[in-house]
Structure formats: structure tokens, C-alpha cells
């Protein structure tokens, strides 16, 4: 079924006049290719498309980060130019600095913090929660049984039954 299809797409890109243009390729073997807009056999005309032939075929096999960041912002158009191979190799170097430069902050902190008992940062604060938001009587006082009425702002006292018989019995 495999060269029945490729057969088919030859066929479907010569009557579309769908021509891919190659942009580059990544350090993975990933290739990236530019269609620009054109018209079709029915006079529609076809936005452009920028595709991404991976180097390993099965869909099963890819992975994310198979693609590097600068290829799939150029893909997904928020970069206008495809990057350069000297551009990927640069921010790469820069993510690995950035990297060793964590490790040896986050080292320094965690021997700062043995050599001290005292804590970097305050203990969060403890709060006590009372309610919810959605509660009438949130960030006021709870509900008493007695009403209380003070102009506009009327409470209901809260009903409580009385011993498990009926009052009208």
C-alpha cells in the first residue's frame, strides 16, 4: 500500500501545483520544507503551509523535543525566517550555561542552608479559613439563632428543630 500512496501524492502535487520549496534541515535529520500560497486546478486559492518531514517516519516514535524550539516556532509562523544552524547550535550552548549555572546556584543554596538553621525565607503564614466566598455571610460574623435586624442589612436567625416531635401535633 505504501507505493500506491506515494503514487497518488506525485499525482495530487502535480494536478495542485503544490510545490515545496526545502528551508533546511536540523541537527536530528528533520527536514523543513515552504509551500507559498497558490491557486488550484479550482481557482481556490491555498494559504501557505510550512511542513516538517521528520527523519523518523512512525508517528509512534516521535517524541517532543524531536523538533527544536526554533524549527517549531518557525512552523507554527511566530518567527517569519526559518533559523540558521548557527542559531540553534548558539541557543543551545546558551540552555546548557543556564543550566550549570542553576546547578551550581541551587548547590550553593543547599550548603548555605546546612551551614545555618535559619530559613532563607519566612515560614508561610498560617490563616484561618472561616467559610467560603460563596457563603451570604462570608468575612461576617456567623449565623446566630436569634434574627438580628439593623436597618438594610436584615439576618435571619437560622432555624433549628425542635426535638423530633411536630410543634402543630
Known sequence: MGWSQDL???????????AKQ?????????KYYYVPEYK?????????????????????????????V???????????????????????KN???IKI??????????LLSKGSNEELLAPPVQTQIKGHASAPYFGKEEPTVAPTSTGK????????PQGGKNPNQ
Do not use: C
Open 101 to 110: 549555572k542553576n546547578q551550581d546556584l541551587y548547590g550553593k543554596e543547599k
Open 70 to 92: 526554533e524549527w517549531e516556532a518557525w512552523i507554527r509562523k511566530t518567527r517569519k525566517t526559518p533559523p540558521t544552524m548557527e542559531e540553534i547550535l548558539k541557543n543551545e
Open 153 to 160: 442589612t436584615f439576618q435571619p436567625g437560622s432555624w433549628m
Open 22 to 30: 526545502q528551508v533546511g534541515t536540523d541537527q536530528f535529520g528533520n
Open 95 to 97: 540552555r546548557e550555561e
Open 40 to 68: 488550484n486546478w479550482r481557482g481556490q486559492t491555498i494559504r501557505e503551509k510550512r511542513i516538517v518531514e521528520a527523519a523518523n517516519k512512525r508517528e509512534v516514535d516521535y517524541e517532543v523535543g524531536d523538533i527544536p
Open 8 to 18: 497518488f501524492r506525485v499525482l495530487w502535487r502535480a494536478l495542485s501545483k503544490e
